[in-house]
């Protein structure tokens, strides 16, 4: 039997000025990830296209952790990292009863821009508090340290 884990592969985006990111594991070939444009209004302004992997796993990096800014809006129920050096936004995360659990922003992945998918326009304005956190905890990937 083989071991799912010996079948993942590892990405790792970073911020402008390298301060922070995020090492994202997933069996998935980037030309299969799901891409998503949410189009609230932060994620328009940032121009974000996300993904995620529930059978995967996701590590944020603080290699200069004054540089990380977390920022809540809306229904407050998720953090987005944003470099305060450079401005970046390199994910977002949310902690609920189940776990932690984020995604990342594709566009601090600048050797695979060519790989991706198109992105899937989203947008979740009339989705409650409890429907965004069954949601998340259902597409998000897994936040493991």
Not at 5 to 12: D, I
Not at 66 to 94: H, M, P, Q, S, V
Not at 102 to 122: F, Q, T, Y
Not at 128 to 142: C, D, I, L, M, N
Request: aromatic content about 8%; some cysteine.
């Amino acid at each position: 039997m083989s071991n799912p884990l010996t079948s993942l592969q590892s990405y790792e985006g970073r911020c402008h000025c390298r301060a922070i990111g995020f090492v994202y594991h997933t069996a998935l070939a980037p030309e299969d990830w799901p891409i998503r444009a949410c189009q609230c209004t932060f994620c328009r302004l940032h121009a974000g296209l996300t993904t995620s992997d529930p059978a995967g796993s996701l590590a944020f990096i603080e290699d200069k952790p004054e540089a990380l800014t977390r920022y809540e809006f809306g229904l407050k129920t998720t953090d987005f990292l944003i470099c305060r050096n450079c401005g970046a936004y390199i994910g977002a995360t949310t902690r609920t009863a189940a776990s932690r659990f984020g995604i990342i922003n594709v566009r601090v992945l600048h050797s695979l821009a060519d790989r991706l998918r198109a992105p899937e326009p989203m947008n979740y304005e009339n989705e409650g508090a409890s429907g965004r956190v069954a949601r998340r905890e259902s597409r998000w990937t897994p936040i493991c340290a």
